[in-house]
């Protein structure tokens, strides 16, 4: 089957910069949210990128038009009957997107093959919610996924060979690398990253360095581009904790939140999104 229309569902910072990739690859795109004004604000997002591009001269004007051009905002599903892809986008709550590929099954065509951006939950459980397990796999990128080359292809228990190859096709035709991983809590790039950025919550609650110099040992001493308080903070302190919760739940002790995680999120400071986490954004 070849895929020329996908559809991506959740507009925020992750589904937009999916939909963007998607549509300046050439695919038409359906960027949908529970409303129209929450997948007008996601295009508005893109928008914003590409206007900034245009201005430093990276991006033509009808080349962004046309990029444009390709991206169509829904609110429910009704709009996705054409999609061959559709892409789940939406916060890491099982429930949620279970009760969302149980709604795509009954609209789309049998042929359509559901991929989920879980960053940690079973894609065989996922796929359990839907009548297509051989046509349902987890594709997930990394933040922003509009810049970031990495796409962990991850098939469940009764994902069919063909899914794996179409899906990684298409991760290539979007300008990414496509990695097989094992169907494993947190696969393999949040396994590693999640303990690192809770040790890094740890060693500050402990007073054993200050932010700055915890980020800048991670900088200077491991080459990262981003020390662990800083890419928190860019991923989001609540979904630090909401993926923690779920490994810890499923591997142990090795991955239970750090106390003043928790505390930061209750308290509202969530990262650059609510202007303040680790540092101050406003």
């Not at 509009?146 to 063909?162: A, D, F, N, Q």
């Not at 290539?172 to 991983?181: A, D, R």
């Not at 491991?222 to 302190?237: K, R, S, T």
Request: glycine fraction near 10%; include cysteine; proline fraction near 4%.
């Amino acid at each position: 089957m070849k895929i020329e229309t996908l559809a991506v569902i959740g507009a925020g910072g992750m589904g937009a910069g999916i939909a963007q990739t998607a549509a300046a690859s050439g695919y038409t795109v359906v960027l949908a949210d529970k409303d129209e004004q929450h997948a007008a604000e996601g295009l508005a997002r893109i928008r914003k990128r590409l206007d900034g591009k245009v201005a430093t001269g990276k991006l033509g004007g009808t080349e962004r038009d046309s990029l444009l051009a390709r991206i169509r905002i829904a609110s429910g599903f009704e709009k996705f009957g054409d999609a061959e892809l559709v892409i789940e986008a939406v916060a890491e709550n099982e429930e949620l997107k279970a009760k969302i590929f149980k709604a795509l099954d009954a609209v789309c065509p049998a042929e359509t093959i559901f991929a989920t951006n879980t960053s940690s939950i079973s894609i065989t459980r996922l796929a359990n919610a839907t009548e297509r397990p051989g046509r349902f796999i987890g594709m997930h990128f990394m933040n922003p996924a509009h810049v970031m080359k990495l796409v962990e292809i991850i098939p469940g228990l009764r994902t069919s060979p063909e899914t794996v190859t179409e899906i990684g096709y298409v991760a290539e035709t979007m300008g990414k690398i496509p990695v097989v991983v094992g169907d494993s809590p947190g696969f393999i790039s949040n396994r590693i990253l999640m303990p690192m950025i809770n040790d890094a919550v740890c060693c500050l609650q402990e007073g054993i360095a200050s932010r700055e110099d915890i980020d800048s040992i991670a900088r200077l001493g491991a080459n990262h581009p981003m020390g662990p308080l800083e890419l928190a903070d860019f991923i989001g302190l609540d979904i630090c904790l909401e993926i923690l919760v779920i490994l810890h739940s499923e591997l142990g002790d090795k991955y239970r939140p750090c106390p003043l995680l928790r505390k930061m999120v209750a308290a509202g400071r969530l990262g650059r999104k609510s202007g303040e986490g680790f540092y101050e954004y406003r």
